[in-house]
C-alpha cells in the first residue's frame, strides 16, 4: 500500500513524519510524495493556532471526498491534534488517530485500519523514540533530531503539555549513535530539537545536559554545524552560552520566544520571566558571543492586552533587535488556562493592526541588521536552488544567503562575498576563500 504524509506545524512533527515514514517502509509500505499516488493519507497536525487546527479539519474533509470517490482507501490522524481530539476525529471520518507519542506503534496502527478496525490509540507515556527506530529523511545533508519530549512549563495560552506530555529526555549515548549513523548516510548539519531544548538532561539526573551534548557531538569530524530549537529563557545557562561561543561547529543563532513586552501579560501567560530579566540573558549571549543571532515569537492581542501593553512590546522590539521575528495573533486553545478563565476580549481588528505595526518595525530591522553584512565574506552550506538557478543556504548565524555558482552539492560549504542585501534574504557570490 501507497502511503501519503501531509505534516504540519513545527520541526518535531516533521522529525515525527520522519520517523513514521521509516517504520512503515521497514514493514513493507511505500512512501510516496503525492496525494494523488496515494492509498493511504496521514495527516501528522498541529494544534498551537486554531488557524493550523482549521487546516487538517478542511484537509480531512477534502479526503473523506477523494474516500467516497473511491480515490482513498484509509485516512489516519497523527500528532498533537490526535491528544486533542482523538474520538472527534473519528466521529469526523477519520480511520485511525495516533497520539504523537505513540509513533512507533503506526506499522500495528495501519495494519489494523486495512483490516476494518476503527482505532483511537493514545498512550500516556511518551514513546520511547531512539536511535534504533528507521528514518526515511527529507534531507540528505541535514537532520532534525528530537533529544526531548514534552514541556513542563504550563504557559497559560498552550495545549503542549497536554498533548505532547511531561519533558522525557533521551540518554545522550543513544543520540550520539544516531549522529554516527547520520554521519554514515552523508548528513553534515544536525538539529537538536525540543519543545524546551535547554532543559534536555534535567530529568536523567546524571550531568547530562544541552551544553555537553553538542561538544560530544561536535567531535564527529564530519558534523559540519550543530543547531538546537526551542529555547525557554530560563533554561539557557552559561554553560551552554560559552559552550556556544567557543565551539566552532555550533551555530551561533539563539531562537528564544519571549511572547510579550509587558510584565504584567508575562505573568498571565506564566511565562515565568520578567522582560528585564530576558534582556539581561540577551545581554549576557551578546556579551558572550561575538556577532550572534537571536530570533524570538511574540503572541499579539492575548486576552486583556491594552494599548499601552502592546506599545510596550513595540518599544521592547525596538530594544531588542532580533533577526528574526514570528508574530501570531492570540487564538484560543481548548482546554488551556487562557481559554477556560481569560476572555479573548481584544478586538480581531486591533489584533491585525497591532501584528501589521510589529511586522513593519521588524522588517526595518531586519533590513538595517542586513545592511551590515554587505561586502563581508560568510560561509554558507548549500541547501538548494532557487527557481532561477542560483544557490541557496545559510551561514553560521542562520541567515539566508542565494548566490551564483556552478556544480555544488547539497551540504557543501562555501564562501560567499555578500553584494546585495534586503530586509529577507542576502545575495552574493562565491568566492574561493574569505579575505581575497
Given amino acids: 500500500m501507497k502511503v501519503f504524509f501531509k505534516t504540519y506545524g513545527c520541526q518535531m512533527n516533521i522529525n515525527d513524519t520522519e520517523i513514521m515514514s521509516g517504520i512503515l517502509l521497514e514493514n513493507g509500505f511505500d512512501i510516496v510524495a503525492s496525494l494523488q499516488e496515494a492509498d493511504v493519507v496521514i495527516l501528522n497536525t498541529c494544534v498551537v493556532r486554531q488557524k493550523s487546527q482549521d487546516k487538517y479539519h478542511s484537509e480531512l474533509g477534502q479526503l473523506l471526498k477523494f474516500k467516497k470517490q473511491g480515490r482513498l482507501k484509509i485516512i489516519g490522524i497523527a500528532g498533537c491534534g490526535s491528544n486533542l481530539e482523538a474520538e472527534k476525529l473519528l466521529e469526523l471520518g477519520a480511520d485511525f488517530v495516533i497520539g504523537s507519542r505513540s509513533i512507533n506503534e ?8 486495512i483490516h476494518g478496525e476503527k482505532i483511537v490509540f493514545l498512550t500516556d507515556t511518551i514513546c ?12 540528505k545533508h541535514h537532520a532534525w533530531i528530537t533529544i526531548i519530549h514534552g ?6 495560552y498552550c495545549v503542549v503539555p497536554y498533548t505532547r ?3 522525557k529526555s533521551r540518554p545522550m549515548d543513544d543520540i550520539l549513535r544516531e549522529v554516527k549513523k547520520l554521519i554514515q548516510d552523508g548528513v553534515k548539519e544536525i538539529t537538536f530539537l525540543g519543545q524546551n531544548v535547554d532543559a534536555y538532561g534535567k530529568d536523567l539526573k546524571d550531568g547530562t545536559n544541552l551544553a555537553r551534548l553538542i561538544e560530544q557531538a561536535s567531535e564527529f569530524e564530519n558534523i559540519k554545524r550543530i543547531w538546537f530549537l526551542t529555547s525557554y529563557p530560563t533554561d539557557i545557562t552559561d554553560e551552554l552560552i560559552e559552550t556556544i561561543a567557543k565551539n566552532p561547529k555550533a551555530a551561533k543563532s539563539f531562537h528564544i520566544p519571549v511572547q510579550s513586552g509587558s510584565n504584567r501579560i508575562l505573568k498571565l501567560m506564566n511565562r515565568r520571566y520578567t522582560k528585564e530579566q530576558y534582556l539581561d540573558l540577551v545581554k549576557k549571549i551578546r556579551d558572550k558571543i561575538k556577532d550572534v543571532s537571536i530570533s524570538s515569537d511574540i503572541i499579539v492581542g492575548f486576552p486583556t492586552e491594552t494599548l499601552e501593553d502592546h506599545n510596550e512590546t513595540v518599544e521592547f522590539v ?4 532580533f533577526e528574526r521575528l514570528n508574530l501570531a495573533v492570540y487564538s484560543p486553545r481548548d482546554g488551556t488556562v487562557a481559554s477556560k478563565y481569560f ?9 491585525t493592526r497591532r501584528l501589521n505595526e510589529l511586522l513593519e518595525l521588524q522588517k526595518q530591522i531586519n533590513k538595517r541588521l542586513n545592511e551590515k553584512y554587505l561586502n563581508q565574506c560568510v560561509e554558507v552550506i548549500v541547501e538548494g536552488n532557487t527557481k532561477d538557478g542560483l544557490y541557496y543556504g545559510r551561514d553560521i548565524r542562520n541567515k539566508i544567503v542565494i548566490f551564483s555558482g556552478q556544480n555544488l552539492s547539497l551540504g557543501d560549504a562555501v564562501f560567499v562575498k555578500i553584494s546585495r542585501t534586503t530586509a529577507g534574504p542576502l545575495y552574493g557570490e562565491m568566492q574561493k576563500k574569505c579575505g581575497l
Avoid at 520511547?128 to 534531507?139: K, Y
Avoid at 525596538?318 to 533587535?321: D, G, M, R
Fill in 106 to 113: 503506526i506499522s500495528n496502527i495501519l495494519n489494523r485500519a
Fill in 318 to 321: 525596538k530594544n531588542i533587535e
Fill in 128 to 139: 520511547s523514540v531512539n536511535s534504533d527506530l528507521p528514518r526515511l529523511r527529507s534531507s
Fill in 343 to 351: 476572555k479573548d476580549d481584544v478586538d480581531r481588528k486591533e489584533k
Fill in 151 to 156: 514541556c513542563n512549563r504550563f504557559c497559560t
Fill in 165 to 167: 506530555g511531561r519533558e
